[in-house]
């Protein structure tokens, strides 16, 4: 069974940038697609975006076009989510997720514990 780890969250002033990490030590992720989502504080889970096996890129929020990129390095069996242009609205627990589907199915199976990122000043 696949397992998720993320990590790389923290504290963070608006207009900074913030990497976070999603590996698996029970699997390389290069045969996954491995989407990204985020919960604040009493708000529903959403979907931020997802990066697909042939690296291809799907964004489920608008509102972070231009600022956040996923990224793949197959060689550390790990995917980035890089976050540039931070906004307090960006704060949130951040959970990767992987599913052997794409990102418009997203049957996602396996998830993340979660990385929190405060965005304040």
């Known amino acids: 069974q696949l397992q998720l780890a993320d990590s790389g969250g923290d504290l963070v002033e608006p207009g900074g940038s913030l990497t976070l990490s999603c590996s698996s030590s029970?699997?390389?992720?290069?045969?996954?697609?491995i989407g990204w989502f985020r919960q604040a504080p009493g708000k529903e889970r959403e979907g931020v975006l997802c990066i697909n096996i042939d690296n291809s890129i799907q964004y489920y929020s608008d509102s972070v076009k231009r600022r956040f990129t996923p990224a793949r390095d197959n060689a550390k069996g790990t995917v980035y989510l890089q976050m540039n242009s931070l906004k307090r609205d960006d704060t949130a627990e951040y959970s990767c997720?992987?599913?052997?589907?794409?990102?418009?199915?997203?049957?996602?199976?396996?998830w993340g514990q979660g990385t929190q990122v405060t965005v304040f000043s």
């Open positions: 029970t699997s390389t992720l290069d045969s996954y697609t």
């Open positions: 997720a992987a599913t052997k589907g794409s990102c418009i199915a997203a049957n996602f199976s396996a």
